[in-house]
């Protein structure tokens, strides 16, 4: 018996109640490249209110969560706020993402039910801005970008739907309570 059966088979003896992840005998592998049409509608699913996309989710809600298996794996070396924030106090010849107000880190998001299997993306390092003592008026937030792959929708059909990847982070103000139409801050 392999090692990974071996994992799973405890794994879903230790915890019933967890959600099965179906597993399809046959590997995912497709031949798909994108032309300059698909790369131009990508770019247009920034804009808001774009059809069918849900926030921070794409349109993976269609997709049955047993065909979901995303899995993270860290691909930087620092990936806590204090890391970053002693990073840039001590070094001249740091990276954008380490020196930006909401440093972020890098991550392999790995999913064997998707084409590309493996997509790089972006991971708030900070809950607030490092130049803000609290979060009472910003909190750090990731930014995202919505790309086109092929995900299995079942263990015979693969469908195209759009998913967040997560390209950096940003500080967001919070609105201040009261009348948002005065001018008084």
């Known amino acids: 018996m392999n090692l990974k059966l071996f994992i ?27 032309n300059e049409k698909d790369i131009y509608q990508e770019s247009r699913y920034i804009l808001p209110n774009t059809h069918g996309i849900r926030p921070g989710l794409g349109t993976l809600y269609s997709i049955e969560a047993n065909f979901i298996n995303i899995q993270y794996v860290n691909h930087s070396e620092k990936t806590t706020c204090e890391e970053m924030s002693s990073s840039t106090r001590n070094n001249y010849h740091i990276t954008l993402a380490e020196s930006a107000s909401c440093p972020w880190y890098y991550r392999k998001n790995i999913d064997e039910n998707r084409v590309p299997r493996e997509l790089m993306e972006a991971k708030c390092a900070c809950r607030c801005s490092l130049h803000r003592p609290n979060c009472a008026r910003a909190t750090c937030r990731e930014v995202y970008r919505y790309v086109k792959v092929l995900r299995r929708s079942s263990c015979t059909e693969v469908v195209e739907v759009i998913e967040p990847i997560s390209v ?18």
Do not use: W
């Open 8 to 34: 799973l088979m405890t794994l879903n003896y230790l915890c019933p109640m967890m959600a099965m992840v179906i597993r399809c005998n046959l590997p995912l592998t497709l031949g798909y490249s994108k």
């Open 168 to 185: 950096g982070c940003t500080e967001v103000r919070h609105q201040p309570r009261g009348n948002p139409f005065t001018l008084d801050q």
